[in-house]
Each structure stands twice: as structure tokens, then as C-alpha cells.
């Protein structure tokens, strides 16, 4: 059992807990020493560690082990980090990697039931079959609910994608009340099926990381291969369909310079654009509120993927008597190497 978590440390103490390596890099100090820099992770977050003298320590793990380690948790430069007195490789052969992988705060399997549910909706026609198709399969539906939506930018947890896109048909539908003369069924394809190819993409059994074939080929074109699969078993799908739903996975992104092959050409296919970079965009304001909660002052740090700094928003007081003590911290375990 996992004793403690990232959110939890506090500077000028020390932890005994576990973690899943994310990164692990040999360097060598100024004076000639080597050190081994780390980063871990856990399901509340991120944090970096420093092993000094390492030369001395059994180092027989690797990047996506979870390891056990006794640290001392400092700040340096603003930022915690782990100043590691011991590391090994777990011995625990019943870890779950739910404590060290971060996830949403939504049920997969029923975002996955309402997804199905939505496309069963649709009027009888090649799109809902060509849907039913591809959400019926056991394995990407496996998958489809599992992936992250991304590496790091939004939506970078277990489940992530399968979130994006529930929010992403919610949104669709909105717009198409507004807008009757979109076509509903190709917008809703188009954002069911815009980042399939991330269940290939991206591997996400220990820790997130890219497949060689996402690394080579991308999401983009991996999802409109898997879609042309599907495709290709109902004979009825008409070429000039195909060629719209397919340019919609394909400019989904929206310019040449964000990866996209194309850049919108209709109206779908700009509406698709425009949901997914908004739902991703205010999905990581959101994820950057919540890291820097406790950073004083009213911005935010800087914000990679957007490349600025963001107002935090007003604090919202919760009435007196919603307040409740916090509970008392539980007792850490013992660490055994």
C-alpha cells in the first residue's frame, strides 16, 4: 500500500513512500561526482529527485518501475524535489497502478455507456453503422476508455480521452442547435473519431509515453487508418462521405504548423476544429488552476502550452457551515528495501 502521495509533501520533511519513474538520467556534477536525476510520479502529480554519489547505490530499475524510496523534501528554486537517502525496486507484487497513474474524476465505463448511448440516437445510416462498428470492438472500447488524451497539454490522465470526447459531443450538439445547417451526424462522427489513433499513439499501462508507431506516424494518420478499416466492412459507405469524415480527422488540429495534413475546408470540419481547441485550451487553464492553487499571487505560473501566465480566478468562500475540520494526517508505514 502506498503510504504517501505528491500532494501531500511538505518542505523540511521527510517521506518513506513509493513512485512511479517517469525519467531517470546518470549526469555528473561539477566537482567530477555523478548523480542520478530523476522524476516521479504518482496520481496527484509530479515531482524531481536528486540521488547524490550514486556510484554506491544499487540502480537495477528503470523508467516505468515503481520504486521505494527515503527522502528528504526540500524546495529548490520555488519547486519541491527529493533529495534521495535510499532507492530500490519494489518488491511488492500487488501494486496498483491506480495510486501511481494519474485519472479523471469521471466513470470511464460510463462516459463509454452514454457515448453508444448518443450514437444508437442517430438516424440508421452508414455513419451510425460505421460508429457501432468501431465502439462495439472489445479492444479499442478497452482502450478508448483508458487512453489519456494526450501526453502532458489537457486531459493527461487515464480515462482523459474518453472525457474530451463526452464533453466534445455535448458541446456539438449545443452547436448544432445553433447552427441548423451544419450536419449533425458528420460533426458527431467527426469528434467521436478525431483522436482515435491516440489509443495507438500512446502507451498508457505504466506511465505515458509514445509508441514507436505514434512516434513515427502520429495519431492523425493512425486514427483515419483504423477509421478505413472499419470503413472498408460496410459496403455501402459512399467514397464522397468518406472523403468528409476523413478530411475531419485529418485538419482537426486546424493549421499545417499544429500537425494537421489539411486545414478546415467546410463548415464540420472548422466546427470540429474549433470544440476540440477549445475544450483542450480550457481544460488546461484548468489543470494549471489547480497546480498552482497554493502559489501566492494572482497568476498562475507560466503555462507551456499556452505561452503565458493566467489570472487565477476570484476564490469562490464556502458558507461557515459547509466548513468541516480537516481530517488528521494517517500514519506513514515502513519502508522495507
Not at 239 to 265: A, T, V
Not at 294 to 305: E, I, M, V, W
Amino acid at each position: 500500500m502506498k503510504e504517501a502521495y505528491i500532494a501531500d509533501l511538505k518542505p523540511g520533511t521527510s517521506v518513506t513512500t513509493s513512485f512511479l519513474v517517469r525519467t531517470k538520467e546518470r549526469k555528473t556534477a561539477r566537482n567530477g561526482s555523478a548523480y542520478l536525476d530523476l522524476e516521479f510520479q504518482d496520481s496527484t502529480g509530479t515531482i524531481r529527485a536528486k540521488l547524490w554519489d550514486c556510484d554506491s547505490t544499487d540502480l537495477s530499475f528503470e523508467a516505468d518501475d515503481v520504486v521505494r524510496v527515503a527522502a528528504s523534501v526540500e524546495l529548490y528554486q520555488g519547486n519541491l524535489q527529493l533529495s534521495l537517502r535510499k532507492i530500490a525496486k519494489s518488491r511488492d507484487a500487488d501494486i496498483d497502478l491506480a495510486d501511481y497513474l494519474p485519472h479523471g474524476t469521471q466513470n470511464p465505463e460510463k462516459l463509454f455507456e452514454g457515448l453508444l448511448k448518443r450514437i444508437k440516437q442517430m438516424p440508421q445510416g452508414p455513419l451510425q453503422t460505421l460508429l457501432l462498428r468501431i465502439f462495439n470492438d472489445p479492444e479499442i472500447a478497452r482502450k478508448y476508455k483508458q487512453a489519456p488524451a494526450a501526453m502532458s497539454y489537457h486531459h493527461a490522465f487515464i480515462g482523459g480521452l474518453i472525457e474530451h470526447v463526452s464533453s466534445l459531443v455535448g458541446l456539438g450538439d449545443r452547436v448544432c442547435d445553433h447552427y441548423p445547417s451544419l450536419d449533425r451526424d458528420l460533426i458527431l462522427a467527426g469528434l467521436l473519431l478525431h483522436d482515435l489513433g491516440k489509443i495507438e499513439e500512446l502507451n498508457f499501462t505504466r506511465g505515458f509515453s509514445y509508441s514507436t508507431r505514434g512516434q513515427l506516424v502520429g495519431h492523425i494518420s493512425m486514427g483515419v487508418e483504423m477509421v478505413c478499416d472499419k470503413m472498408r466492412e460496410i459496403p455501402d459507405f459512399s467514397p464522397d462521405l468518406w472523403d468528409r469524415l476523413q478530411h475531419i480527422i485529418l485538419s482537426h488540429h486546424g493549421k499545417l504548423e499544429f500537425g494537421s495534413p489539411k486545414e478546415p475546408m467546410f463548415m464540420e470540419a472548422l466546427a470540429v476544429n474549433y470544440l476540440d481547441d477549445l475544450d483542450s485550451k480550457l481544460q488546461a487553464m484548468r489543470e494549471q488552476y489547480e497546480a498552482d492553487k497554493d502559489r501566492p499571487g494572482d497568476f498562475t505560473a507560466r503555462n507551456r502550452p499556452l505561452g503565458r501566465e493566467l489570472l487565477k480566478p476570484p476564490v469562490q468562500q464556502e458558507p461557515a457551515a459547509a466548513r468541516t475540520p480537516a481530517a488528521a494526517p494517517g500514519k506513514s508505514g515502513t519502508l522495507k528495501f
